[in-house]
């Protein structure tokens, strides 16, 4: 009779440890570390770099360990365009890439590019971040597989010449203007009346120096970073087009994701962006003061003259917009930057 109660009583504590050993089994599979790999094709140390070491902080420590990021600088994971297609195909996890590279295959990808059509540097980011205009893009890249958790204004970019002293737009005429192979660059500047040169980025210093070119639109930071303090003189602040970036993660990879990382990621990435996009800001008034220290002459661009770029840059606009089926979402932006003024 004891020994048959002993038996009884061990069997009941081996139901209890099985019970308990099942029910812990997925504890214990929740408590695996999550990797999230992130990339960008920009080196170390830059803006990028630094966007997505921000978001590496915040969600490893509000995910109180259980998600590790890992931030892969320099195109270690592939360069700008091979990256995003990796990231919407699903073989990355997550980077930052141009939208423009996208306007051949999502319509209204690429207006960042159109000159004149956005109006100052934080009205343009809030409106990407925080707006309707922003979500309807977002919407449009979820459908190929990419989640946007948040867009990165790299600053306008201005009118800057090597020997001649540019105030107005008529001042520009007749000038050689470096222009990439792209097509809303090189009618931008027919547009203007100049004549635009390729060059390709590498090149452009060598150009100046040989008088290939009189001029190009850049963004201040990379006069300094690449030297061009040293081969131009005068800048026209005409702030015409943006250099926007998407920070993007693989949506599939995202819903595989328990909802409380998610919900992690998603405010990181807003956080994050919001952190790079000051940085952005501080970056740029420090390039001025540095470029003003080191002997370039600014001009601001006054209503006039702005009002007679936007005039000459409408039929570039609409050309664009028609090739690429965004009348009705440029009117949108039009509107919306309209009602904020």
């Given at each position: 009779?004891k020994?048959?109660?002993?038996?009884?009583?061990?069997?009941?504590?081996l139901?209890?440890?099985?019970?308990?050993?099942?029910?812990?089994?997925p504890?214990?599979?929740?408590?695996?570390?999550?990797?999230?790999?992130?990339?960008t094709?920009?080196?170390?140390?830059?803006?990028?770099?630094?966007?997505?070491?921000?978001?590496?902080?915040?969600?490893?420590?509000?995910s109180?360990?259980?998600?590790?990021?890992?931030?892969y600088?320099?195109?270690?994971?592939?360069?700008?365009?091979?990256?995003?297609?990796?990231?919407?195909?699903?073989?990355?996890?997550?980077?930052?890439?141009s939208?423009s590279?996208?306007?051949?295959?999502?319509?209204?990808f690429?207006?960042?590019?159109?000159?004149g059509?956005?109006?100052?540097?934080?009205?343009?980011?809030?409106?990407?971040?925080?707006?309707?205009?922003?979500?309807?893009?977002?919407?449009?890249?979820?459908?190929?597989?990419?989640?946007?958790l948040?867009?990165?204004?790299?600053?306008?970019?201005?009118?800057?010449?090597?020997?001649?002293?540019?105030?107005?737009?008529k001042?520009?005429?007749?000038?050689?203007m470096?222009?990439?192979?792209?097509g809303?660059?090189?009618?931008?500047?027919?547009?203007?009346?100049?004549?635009?040169?390729?060059?390709t980025?590498?090149?452009?210093?060598?150009?100046?120096?040989?008088g290939?070119?009189?001029?190009?639109?850049?963004?201040?930071?990379?006069?300094?970073?690449?030297?061009?303090?040293?081969?131009?003189?005068?800048?026209?602040?005409?702030?015409?087009?943006?250099?926007?970036?998407?920070?993007?993660?693989?949506?599939?990879?995202?819903?595989?994701?328990?909802?409380d990382?998610?919900?992690i990621?998603?405010?990181?990435g807003?956080?994050?962006?919001?952190?790079?996009?000051?940085?952005?800001?501080?970056?740029?008034?420090?390039?001025?003061?540095?470029?003003?220290?080191k002997?370039?002459?600014?001009?601001?661009?006054?209503?006039?003259?702005?009002?007679?770029?936007?005039s000459?840059?409408?039929?570039?606009?609409?050309?664009?917009?028609?090739?690429?089926?965004?009348t009705?979402?440029?009117?949108?932006?039009?509107?919306?930057?309209?009602?904020?003024?």
């Amino acid at each position: 009779m004891k020994v048959s109660k002993y038996f009884r009583f061990i069997q009941t504590v081996l139901v209890i440890t099985l019970v308990i050993g099942v029910v812990s089994i997925p504890a214990l599979a929740q408590e695996k570390k999550i990797t999230i790999k992130v990339s960008t094709h920009q080196p170390m140390g830059g803006i990028f770099h630094q966007l997505l070491e921000k978001f590496k902080e915040l969600v490893e420590k509000r995910s109180n360990g259980r998600v590790k990021v890992e931030v892969y600088p320099g195109a270690q994971l592939g360069q700008e365009v091979e990256a995003m297609e990796g990231v919407l195909m699903g073989t990355l996890n997550a980077t930052t890439f141009s939208p423009s590279f996208l306007m051949d295959s999502i319509d209204g990808f690429g207006v960042d590019s159109l000159p004149g059509l956005f109006v100052g540097f934080e009205e343009t980011t809030k409106m990407l971040n925080d707006s309707p205009i922003g979500q309807e893009m977002a919407e449009k890249l979820l459908k190929k597989g990419g989640r946007i958790l948040g867009w990165l204004n790299l600053a306008g970019r201005h009118m800057v010449f090597t020997k001649k002293d540019v105030k107005t737009l008529k001042d520009m005429e007749g000038l050689r203007m470096r222009s990439p192979e792209d097509g809303i660059r090189i009618a931008t500047f027919r547009a203007l009346n100049t004549l635009p040169v390729p060059v390709t980025m590498g090149e452009v210093y060598t150009a100046f120096q040989a008088g290939l070119a009189d001029g190009f639109d850049m963004v201040l930071s990379v006069l300094v970073d690449m030297k061009f303090y040293e081969v131009t003189k005068y800048v026209l602040l005409t702030d015409h087009s943006y250099g926007i970036q998407v920070f993007v993660m693989n949506e599939k990879f995202f819903q595989g994701l328990p909802k409380d990382v998610q919900q992690i990621v998603i405010q990181a990435g807003k956080e994050a962006m919001a952190f790079a996009n000051q940085r952005v800001v501080q970056v740029e008034a420090t390039a001025i003061k540095s470029l003003k220290e080191k002997g370039m002459v600014f001009h601001d661009f006054s209503k006039e003259e702005r009002a007679k770029f936007n005039s000459a840059m409408r039929p570039v606009i609409e050309k664009w917009a028609i090739d690429h089926k965004s009348t009705d979402f440029i009117k949108r932006i039009q509107d919306y930057q309209s009602k904020r003024r």
